[in-house]
Structures are given as C-alpha cells and as structure tokens.
C-alpha cells in the first residue's frame, strides 16, 4: 500500500476565500493509501517547506501531492523539498487549485470550490500512485552562441559572449553589420553622434577573435534544442570572394550603373557593386545581382577588369553552412512601416514629405547631403519644417494600437539638429501626448521647446498637399481649439515601428512564440524578459517590441549573460519526460519515427552473437526527445509510454474524476 | 453533482493557462460554467490517445474539451498536426459509438488568448448543461 501524504494551501485567502482547504484535507484522508492530510497557510514558505520535510520523514511518506497554485509557480520548489527529505522528486505531484479552480470561482459559501478541489486532489493522488521514480537525464553542451541580426543589440550580445571567452557567430542579413542604428545621425538625449559610438563597436566585433561574422547571411534551418542546435545557414552568393577582397573600393569607383540606395532610405543611389556605407563592417562589397547587366545580360564585367586580387566571381552560388551552437540569441530588430498606407500625408506623392529616418539620414554627415539639410524635391533648405507624430502608432484603424515609444523624442531630437543646421527655420510638431518617460527625457523635450523654439501643437493633421511649390499642412490644435494650416516646405512623419519582414517565419524556424503584430514574446514580460518558450533562445532588442538604443543594449547584454550562465555548466540536467520503448513488444512498423517532429527515435538492429540481425526495434535518443507523447498516441501496437504522463497515469486520473 | 463534469485536456504547452490566461480569466469575471471544468494535463494534445476521449465518456464525462497551441504555433513543433489529423478520422468513429458531437470540442487557445478560453468554456459549460447528463454509456454499463 502506498504511502501518501496530502498539503492542501490556503495560500493566504487566494484559496482559501473559495475553497474549504480543511475540508478538502479531511476528505482525502479517507482515500485508501492516503497516511496524512494537512492544510497550511503558506506551503511554499520556509516554515511550510519545513513541515513538509519533516512529515514526509516522520510518516514515511513515499508520494507527496500539494495542492496549492499552478505548477509552474512552484512544482521546483516542492520536488526540491521532498527531494531534501529523502524522496524521488518525481514523487511530488502538484494540483492546481488556484488559478484552476479558486480564482475563477466567486461563490463565497465555497461550495464548488472546494467541490471541485477535492475532485482534482483526488485525481492527483490516483495519478501519482502510477508514478514512477526518474532521475534527471544529463546533455552535454555546446559552449558557441549563434547571434541573428547585426544591429546594437546582437552585436552587445556577441560582444559579451565573446568577452566570456565563448565563440559566437553573428549573422546579419544586410552586406554589413550595424542595423538601423547606424543609419542614425544622432542619438537622444547626449546628442552624440550615432555612427562615433556605433563604428567602434562594429570594428571591435570585427576584430574579436571570438566573433565570426557572416554578413549577406540568414537562417535558414534550426534543430536540436538548448545546448545543442544544429543550424543552417545560408550565405548569399555575393560575387566577390571575401577572402581574396582588400576593401580597395576600386570596383565600386569602376562601376557604370546604379542603384537606389537602401542604406540611404531611397534618398541618393549607390553603385551596383557597393558596401551600404563608407564604414560598413566587413569593408567587402557585394553585388546587387538583380542590378548588374553582367549577371543579368553578361554585359560589362569592369568591376572585375580592375580588381588586382582578381575576387570578383559572377559564377558565384549561395552556400549553405552547418554550425553547431549551444545557445541562440535573437536580434532581428525593425523596421517603419510603410508609409504608403497613410495616404492623407501624401507620402510618396508628395516628394517632400519624409520619414524619420529619412531625416536623420539628411541630417547626417555622411548622408546625401553631407548633413545639411535640403529638401529632396529641389534641393532648397526648408524654412518651415512640420513634423507629425504618431504615424501609424496608437491608430488600430489605420495602423498599429500600441505607443511606437521612440518617436517623441527621436522627433525632439529632430527639431533640435534642424534648428543647429537652419538657425532662421521654424519647425512645427503635431503630437497627441508627449511622452518622455526615461533619465533625462523629460529634460531634452523642454529644451526642444524652450530653447530651439520647437512648436509643439496638440493635434492631429487631417490632411498634407501641394501647392505652389509649398506642402500645405491643415490639422487641428486642440489646445487652443482652432483648425491649422501651415505652409511647410518639408514633412516628416514620424512612422510606426514594426518588426522585421520575415519575423514570423524566423520565429517558427526557431520554435519561439510571437504577437499578433509579428514582435516575438518573452517567456514572462516581466520576470524573464529575454528567454522565449524554448529553452535556450534568447530575445534582444526591438524584436521584442519598440526601445530605445539603452534599453536595447541592456537587453543585449542581458541575453548574453544567460548565454555565459549556460555555458558555465559543462552538462545541463533536463526533465526526464522522455518517450521510452517497450522492447517486447514493439514491432518495427516505423509509425512513431514517422510521427516524431524531433527525429529522437532511430532504427536499433537487434543482433545475435554470430552478428546476425534478429529484429528491429525503435529506440529512443533521449537527449533529443522533448517529451511531447506523439509517438505515444501514434503506437498501435501499445509499446512507447511517455515517462511522466504514462497511459497508466492518465487512466487512473481519469478513473478518479 | 457529477452529472454535468466537464474534462479538459489541458496540454502542458500552454504554459501560461494554467497562469496567464487564467490570472487574467480572474479578471473577465468567469462564471459558474468553471465550476464543473475538470483538467487533465498533458504535454501536447499531439499526446491525446483518443481513447482517452472515450474513457472521459465512460467514467462520467458530459462533455469533453480538447484544447490546445494553434497549429502551425506548436510548442513541440508539429504535435498539434498529428492531432489534428487524429481528430478528423476520430470523429465520424466517435459518432458511431453513439457520442453527440456537441459533447465534444476541439479548441485551439494561445496563452495570450484569455479572453477566447473564457468565452470557449462559458459557452461549452452552457451548451452541456442545456443537453443534460450524458447516460447512455452509463446506462450500457448498468445493463451488462
């Protein structure tokens, strides 16, 4: 007969408002095999873990149920107690009382509730007769990290990986690694320039012997699970051979045909073969194939004619690669969202209406301009300038229901290098609220204001159109109740964030969960804030969701300390909820090494002395099975039981109820 | 009491069910359909043999729920397609043993989905109380 003991919790009044846990304790103890029953206010404080050591010994207890909250609050804590006392973990069954049964019920005369606790309690303590004692299995790890995405965030993360003496490939998708952030003039609230504290952070990733970055690169494959993937990747054929090329830029200087330039945001055109920018990291170019008459039409080829290293291959193919990693961090960044949608601002019609990122690339020194800032339809300096906030943002008819974050003060920013670069401009801003929450926000906003003369309305623009050479602005400010129209000479519209093309089906390669607007979702948004679902995967930066530059890096570093926290270990324990097989029985019909999405199960040949095959079994790799029970429910002939939720477990549960 | 035991096949890849959703299914003011909700956790509804549908019916079920991650969003990659398939063949077999198919519900819920697992299961608890106890297994049992 076994000898089990039942915790019922109050856990203050959450349970106990709805549920009579005293009631509860006193029916199980009339099961059969049931020795002790309690309930207690806190189980899972000091004092309640020691009471449960304690009656575990003095009862010789060989299985545990606490009824209590969910199990992922703290079936740990309780397995680890009665672990302490001497008893298989795997002896400890939690039921869910809280979140299950005493928080969805409002009936104060407790009477369902403690119906149906003693109902779950029940089935609990039938299911954890069946169980089994299990000890934790034991994987090797693989101490390389994988970064996707080149911007501020992967490459803090590859940074610190590789400061802890760990290797790291960093795949960015671009020619280049640096992301948007190198797209940026300056940077809010210090004003300083974005590309000086960017630049030296690319070249030292470049240089760190940890770090191999593989640009014009994306992921195509991922398998395995945490300290252990096998990744795929694949490199897009760039038509010059990277170890031949020395950066000389002749080719570039060479080539007759252009483009229109990406890194640029369509501003100015670059050559066919390019790097996106002068500092781009590896300083090897690429050629845009769908550009280049040689690839296209075999016409040309003077790029080729002038390279002395002669690195220039038109044949070139994509290769894919096999790296074998332990960990993954994901940085795949953002992008705006198209303007286009918003029709009323005339984006695209008119020329003179931008995007924010448009102008910071006006406003930079290394941008088509060469930092002075004149408008794109004739090359004028724009006297009047008027800004529009919350293009796409906080507007679930037209675009996206959240706060892009970000915009505000990148806007604040924008009327402050406007006003240092046209002393006599005057810039306008439509906003709905300002919010600057963050050190020193608040702060750059009013000095915007109060010292570069930005106007700020409070208000909507409702419609932008030319005429006479001038873009008419007519919105509202509802602060002083009158319509507006404004004579500007350019618009910027401060567009929505959003994630990355792609993001979804990155996220499905990878196995980790995203939102409705493709942002991918931590594990917990608060309390663990760059794991994912899957343990392992690492989230950094605006994958995430809209942030600012720190709190991306923070995010970086962050991820990269649970990389390095992983990697400490030279053999991780995992759960021993594994497929097993029942050797007798099984007949090779193959079902479950079909039905298996982890490919755990392989063919085992079962041989005689003389080394003769006898029969084929199914044999599960319990380093790669993950516990799903696929195979279990696709068995016909009854021989694979998942350890944990074994068909024995499950009938008695159901049994009981 | 027992005559109208509702059992959910609860898969343990909705991890925030048992928390998140549920924590905020506290705030969408769920009503007493909870009350007859008994859960089964599994770690995939890919895992579901169905004859643990069956046996849910024999021991006194009125009603089954089968839910899970949304295909193509699985936790275990491609569990959810094997049930799924499952799921189909099973069901006109179920409809043969004589089990009325509004008995049983086959629901894909993310864990951000509260608001969807709290309107499932008032609905599903609603439109069971109205078809009563589910006897004829019982009664097939008694007649032996």
């Known amino acids: ?657 | 009491m027992k005559a109208n035991t509702i059992l959910t096949l609860n898969p343990k890849s909705l991890p925030l069910c048992a928390t998140g959703a549920l924590m905020q299914a506290r705030i969408w003011q769920a009503r007493a359909g909870w009350s007859i909700v008994r859960i089964i956790k599994l770690p995939c509804t890919g895992r579901i043999d169905p004859l643990f549908i069956i046996k849910a019916f024999e021991k006194g079920a009125d009603g089954v729920i089968v839910s899970g991650c949304h295909p193509g969003d699985c936790h275990y990659t491609t569990g959810n397609y094997h049930a799924r398939r499952r799921w189909i063949a099973f069901k006109s077999l179920l409809e043969f043993t004589g089990i009325d198919m509004k008995r049983l519900h086959f629901s894909w819920v993310s864990a951000s989905e509260a608001i969807k697992w709290v309107d499932l299961i008032n609905n599903i608890t609603d439109e069971v109380k109205k078809l009563g106890p589910f006897v004829e297994y019982r009664n097939l049992r008694e007649a032996q």
Not at chain 1, 1 to 28: H, L, W, Y
Not at chain 1, 113 to 127: C, N, P, Q, V
């Open chain 1, 1 to 657: 007969m076994p000898r089990i003991g039942v915790f019922v919790c109050q856990c203050g009044t959450n349970i106990a408002s709805t549920v009579d846990t005293k009631k509860v304790a006193d029916e199980m103890a009339k099961l059969p095999g049931v020795v002790y029953t309690g309930d207690y206010k806190f189980m899972c404080s000091a004092p309640g873990q020691d009471n449960l050591k304690e009656i575990v010994k003095e009862h010789k207890l060989d299985g545990v149920i606490v009824s209590a909250c969910s199990p992922h609050m703290h079936e740990k804590t309780f397995r680890k107690a009665v672990e302490a006392a001497g008893l298989n973990p795997y002896k400890c069954e939690i039921t869910n009382i809280r979140e299950q049964c005493s928080w969805v019920h409002h009936d104060a005369t407790k009477a369902t509730g403690t119906l149906k606790s003693i109902d779950l309690t029940r089935m609990a303590i039938e299911r954890l007769k069946k169980n089994k004692s299990l000890s934790k299995i034991k994987i090797p790890i693989k101490k390389r990290a994988l970064v996707i995405g080149g911007g501020i965030a992967g490459i803090q993360a590859a940074l610190d990986i590789a400061e802890g003496g760990r290797q790291v490939i960093l795949v960015e998708r671009e020619p280049s690694i640096g992301g948007n952030m190198a797209k940026l003039s300056e940077t809010f609230p210090t004003m300083d320039c974005s590309q000086c504290i960017m630049t030296p952070k690319m070249v030292e990733a470049s240089l760190n012997e940890n770090i191999k970055i593989l640009t014009w690169s994306e992921v195509e494959k991922v398998d395995g699970y945490i300290g252990n993937f096998t990744v795929q990747i694949r490199k897009k054929a760039r038509y010059v051979n990277e170890d031949l090329c020395n950066g000389c830029g002749l080719c570039i200087e060479k080539c007759p045909f252009k483009a229109k330039s990406e890194f640029e945001m369509g501003m100015t055109q670059r050559k066919v073969i390019y790097t996106p920018f002068p500092q781009a990291v590896p300083n090897i170019p690429v050629i845009d194939a769908a550009n280049c008459p040689k690839i296209q039409k075999d016409k040309c080829g003077a790029c080729a004619i002038v390279c002395g290293p002669k690195c220039i291959d038109f044949k070139q193919q994509d290769a894919v690669i096999t790296e074998d990693v332990g960990a993954i961090v994901v940085a795949t960044g953002y992008q705006l969202m198209p303007n286009e949608r918003f029709g009323e601002y005339g984006y695209g019609k008119i020329k003179d209406v931008i995007s924010g990122l448009q102008f910071e690339r006006l406003a930079s020194a290394s941008g088509p301009t060469g930092g002075e800032i004149r408008r794109p339809s004739d090359g004028k300096t724009p006297k009047n300038v008027v800004f529009i906030q919350c293009v796409g943002s906080r507007d679930e008819k037209k675009g996206v229901s959240y706060c892009s974050k970000i915009c505000c003060m990148y806007t604040a920013k924008h009327t402050m290098l406007y006003k240092h670069k046209v002393h006599d401009g005057q810039s306008y801003v439509f906003y709905m609220d300002i919010r600057a929450g963050g050190k020193r926000y608040e702060e750059f906003v009013r000095r915007a204001i109060e010292h570069d003369g930005a106007m700020y309305l409070r208000g909507r623009v409702s419609r932008v159109y030319e005429k006479d050479g001038k873009v008419i602005v007519q919105g509202a400010d509802t602060l002083s109740g009158n319509q507006v129209e404004l004579e500007a000479d350019m618009v910027v519209l401060a567009t929505a964030i959003v994630s990355r093309d792609g993001a979804d089906s990155l996220a499905q390669k990878l196995g980790i969960g995203y939102d409705k607007y493709k942002f991918y979702n931590e594990y917990h948004p608060k309390l663990k804030p760059v794991e994912t679902v899957t343990a392992g995967i690492f989230l950094a930066g605006t994958c995430v969701g809209p942030m600012d530059i720190p709190e991306s890096v923070s995010m970086g570093s962050a991820s990269a300390s649970k990389v390095l926290a992983l990697f400490s270990n030279d053999q991780m324990a995992r759960e021993p909820i594994t497929a097993n097989v029942n050797r007798m029985t099984c007949n090779a019909c193959w079902d479950c090494v079909v039905a298996c999405p982890y490919n755990a199960i392989e063919k085992e040949e079962v041989k005689n002395r003389q080394g003769v095959v006898l029969k084929m079994l199914a044999k599960v790799n319990e380093g790669v099975c993950q516990g799903c029970g696929v195979c279990v429910a696709a068995c016909r002939s009854k021989s694979i039981d998942l350890r944990g939720y074994t068909d024995e477990q499950v009938y008695a549960a159901l049994a009981a109820f």
